[in-house]
């Protein structure tokens, strides 16, 4: 906890709580990473821009372990993207018996967050090989995208994603393939999309082309 960290404006530090809720000790590894959606897919490379402290922890059985993130640029500018892997090291230990699956999670963490920034998307969508819509956020904050829906212009609904589909980082695009017959794809036309988010439903229109 949390499952979301946010440097608001230019704060250096923030605090991840990580409690093992097993019944057997963990070791943990935690590396941070620069995220980024280049051509609308999201990219992960390790960055040291955040540091973490301790990157390395064990921890028993119920208890907690309090983690330090610590920004090592105190430059402003819009909002930036991070996320932190927490893996779960195996233990290798003889008493280990049947099959142990390897815990990972992925924590988004946003630096030089502004309160009163909101996000601002213009969709898009193509139908060459499958129909893909591409929100490109102008706005000075990301947003996380839930249970999109795409209905044609009269109302009839096209396709419903449940859950989480993705993240529109400030600044940048997201895309996501939407499953669609193929023999629907030329008689779409221009598109209604409806979502829920971090920041409160999400309504836009696409027009669909056959370049991307």
């Known amino acids: 906890m949390p499952t979301t960290v946010d440097f608001v404006g230019k704060s250096m530090a923030a605090t991840l709580t990580v409690t093992n809720l097993s019944q057997e000790q963990t070791t943990i590894q935690l590396r941070?990473?620069?995220?980024?959606?280049?051509?609308?897919?999201?990219?992960?490379?390790?960055?040291?821009?955040?540091?973490?402290?301790?990157?390395?922890?064990t921890v028993g059985p119920g208890e907690a372990q309090l983690v330090r993130l610590v920004r090592e640029d105190?430059?402003?500018g819009g909002e930036r993207a991070y996320r932190v892997a927490i893996?779960?090291?195996?233990?290798?230990?003889?008493?280990q018996t049947g099959l142990r699956m390897a815990v990972q999670m992925l924590i988004p963490?946003?630096?030089?967050?502004?309160?009163?920034?909101?996000?601002?998307?213009?969709?898009s969508a193509s139908t060459q090989g499958g129909l893909t819509l591409r929100a490109v956020n102008d706005g000075g904050r990301r947003v996380r995208i839930d249970d999109l829906s795409v209905s044609s212009r009269n109302g009839r609904r096209i396709a419903d994603l449940k859950g989480l589909v993705g993240y529109a980082l400030a600044?940048?695009?997201?895309?996501?393939?939407?499953?669609?017959?193929?023999?629907?794809?030329?008689?779409?036309g221009e598109l209604a999309i409806r979502a829920n988010s971090d920041k409160g439903p999400l309504s836009g229109t696409a027009t669909t082309s056959s370049t991307q």
């Open 171 to 188: 600044g940048q695009e997201f895309r996501v393939t939407v499953p669609v017959p193929r023999s629907q794809l030329g008689s779409l």
């Open 109 to 123: 963490v946003f630096v030089n967050v502004a309160p009163d920034a909101v996000p601002d998307l213009r969709w």
């Open 74 to 76: 105190a430059s402003g």
């Open 32 to 57: 941070v990473f620069r995220w980024t959606q280049p051509g609308g897919r999201d990219r992960y490379e390790p960055s040291q821009e955040i540091s973490i402290s301790p990157p390395i922890v």
């Open 87 to 95: 893996d779960e090291l195996p233990s290798g230990g003889p008493s």
